[in-house]
């Protein structure tokens, strides 16, 4: 059962793409990288002009693999009151430090949740520490969005092992990169917690183009068709990720 994720890079998006009940709606900025991340100020006001029982998730950007650029910029966007602080672990730099500095802010009750870049081939021995440090979740993204979809880099055995890898963890876990409507029948079986969309609801399948509102609602419906609502409903996934 996965519920569905979908990327905004404003407010009129968020405000759209609300009208389309998704289950969480994600705040980026596709034109400034992989995981581009709006400023502080605007993901605060879009938190506070969304239905208070809508889930938000906001990336921090494309930042390097050091402690405290992370542990900074985590902070200030958990302080805008999103639900989810996603965080790109990116090739270089120390991740065994950048995860133990980010435990002190999972410690406070953030829920983070690390994004591992499938084109980057992730040591998935990464998982059981994430857990360790506090995070509530992770995901498997694409860096390099040239290269096609997460199906593309990936077999659906090795997407499989992640996301069973991940759940006996206990975290919540998510498949996005460059996903399109054709994907969901293959990922849908392997039952992670949500599936994740951008370029797949943008006109010409284009991640920084305006969004569609037929995309949007194709997908949509094909997850609901295929999906319990009961699994995805925003107050089932606030228990798994442990919010309040």
Known sequence: MSAMLA???SL??????????????DLKQPAQGALGALDVDSVKEIVARLNPDTLVSATV?????????????????????VDYVKIGFFPGGDWSACIERLSALAARGYALIAVLFADTRPDLALVPALRQAGFRGVM????DKQRGSLTDLMTIEQLQE???????QGLLTGLAGSLRRQDVSALLPLQADYLGFRGGLCQRHCRTAALDGERIAGIRRLLEYKTDPSSVRPETLRQQAGIA
């Open 7 to 9: 990327s905004v890079n």
């Open 12 to 25: 009129q998006e968020a405000l759209f793409v609300e009208t389309f009940a998704v289950d969480v709606i």
């Open 61 to 81: 950007g494309d930042l390097p693999m050091q402690p405290e650029v992370l542990f900074d910029a985590v902070d200030a966007m958990a302080a805008t009151g």
């Open 140 to 143: 498997l993204d694409t860096m």
């Open 162 to 168: 992640f996301v069973v890898l991940a759940k006996i």
